[in-house]
């Protein structure tokens, strides 16, 4: 089984910092890319930023300059540190890990974690 957990949401002020990190832990051979998506109240789902295995990262338009991904390699973690927070960036944040895991059986998969709220107030 693999895990996904993400930490350290919360209320903010405009024009604050926050850093979310998360965690994959289990049955986990191999990850290849990790990222942030995030679900604002009546939207969709969208990709905030992501990092593969070689160190390439994607980053959405709208947290260009105000957000930074990076991965902890040795510890299935990604952290994302978001300076100048908007009240737009209210959401939920999720972690998604995509990874090879050996159990049941061996094979490429994507896990979610819960997600960790983000309210930024104006």
């Known amino acids: 089984q693999v895990q996904v957990v993400e930490s350290g949401g919360g209320l903010v002020q405009a024009g604050g910092s926050l850093t979310l990190s998360c965690v994959a832990s289990?049955?986990?051979?191999?990850?290849?890319?990790m990222g942030w998506y995030r679900q604002a109240p009546g939207k969709q789902r969208e990709l905030v930023a992501s990092?593969?295995?070689?160190?390439?990262?994607n980053y959405a338009d709208s947290v260009k300059g105000r957000v930074a991904i990076s991965w902890a390699d040795a510890k299935n973690a990604v952290y994302l540190q978001m300076n100048s927070l908007k009240p737009a960036d209210t959401a939920v944040y999720y972690c998604?890990?995509?990874?090879?895991?050996?159990?049941?059986?061996?094979?490429?998969?994507?896990?979610w974690g819960q997600g960790t709220q983000v309210t930024v107030s104006s």
């Open positions: 998604n890990s995509y990874l090879y895991t050996t159990t049941p059986r061996g094979r490429w998969d994507e896990y």
């Open positions: 990092v593969n295995s070689g160190g390439n990262t």
């Open positions: 289990g049955s986990i051979f191999s990850i290849v890319a």
